[in-house]
């Protein structure tokens, strides 16, 4: 069955990037059928889709318009992982950080442990 | 953007039944999903598709949607189904296009 590992630092200081690794098993990231989407959790913000990745014959992103200008979301193909990098993070930007798959339809399964980054000078 | 609003929280004893509610606009056109999370660990799928039960979901787990407001019931409530609940739509058109209810506690007395 298909599994997420997250990887990446949990502390950051304002101004800097954050990256955060999603390690797939059981499926390829190339898959045609499936997306690779990030989601962050705040007591502030609750659940929050911040963005996707998938192929479909090319590369395609979607972001969240809240995020765009500082999200970057890739895959790495040889690795079979996806990367989230999101720059100039605040405090605003504290949170657990998910990745999460989309297989065929609209719901998340499975999901990554979850990352708790936090952000502080 | 589509919001969903879901009820802070829920008390209910074991062996009794445990009702979620998740209030949409038109809710009941959509797909909704549901999530549990454990305290400390990731949400985990326990409805798909309104009513789907993913395999090694219980039965105990039902899930129902119409008009405004879909509901997730958890039947013959257990102490480990003390969890946080979340339901989940896509909406096409809306940023973002996968909207998170507000989540609701539920309390095993």
């Known amino acids: 069955q298909v599994q997420l590992r997250q990887s990446g630092p949990g502390l950051m200081k304002p101004s800097e990037t954050l990256s955060l690794t999603c390690a797939i098993s059981?499926?390829?990231?190339?898959?045609?059928?499936?997306?690779w989407n990030w989601i962050r959790q705040s007591p502030s913000r609750g659940l929050e889709w911040l963005g996707r990745?998938?192929?479909?014959?090319?590369?395609?992103?979607d972001y969240a318009l809240s995020m765009k200008g500082r999200i970057m979301i890739s895959p790495d193909v040889a690795k079979n992982e996806v990367s989230l990098h999101l720059n100039s993070v605040t405090p605003e930007d504290s949170a657990v950080y998910f990745c999460?798959?989309?297989?065929?339809?609209?719901?998340?399964?499975?999901w990554g442990q979850g990352t708790l980054v936090t952000v502080s000078s | 953007s589509y919001v969903l609003t879901q009820p802070p929280s829920v008390s209910v004893a074991p062996g009794k039944t445990a009702t979620i509610t998740c209030g949409g606009l038109?809710?009941?056109?959509?797909?909704v999903n549901w999530y549990q999370q454990q305290a400390g660990q990731a949400p985990v799928l326990v409805i798909y598709n309104d009513r789907g039960r993913p395999s090694g979901i219980p039965a105990r787990f039902s899930g129902s949607n119409s008009g405004t407001t879909a509901t997730l019931t958890i039947s013959r409530v257990e102490a480990g189904d003390e969890a946080d609940y979340y339901c989940?739509?896509?909406?096409?058109?809306?940023?973002?296009?996968?909207?998170f209810g507000t989540g609701t506690k539920v309390t095993v007395l």
């Open positions: 999460a798959r989309v297989a065929g339809a609209n719901w998340f399964d499975p």
């Open positions: 989940q739509v896509w909406h096409n058109g809306s940023d973002p296009p996968y909207v």
């Open positions: 059981g499926e390829s990231v190339s898959s045609n059928s499936a997306t």
């Open positions: 990745t998938y192929y479909r014959s090319r590369w395609y992103n």
């Open positions: 038109n809710i009941g056109s959509k797909s």
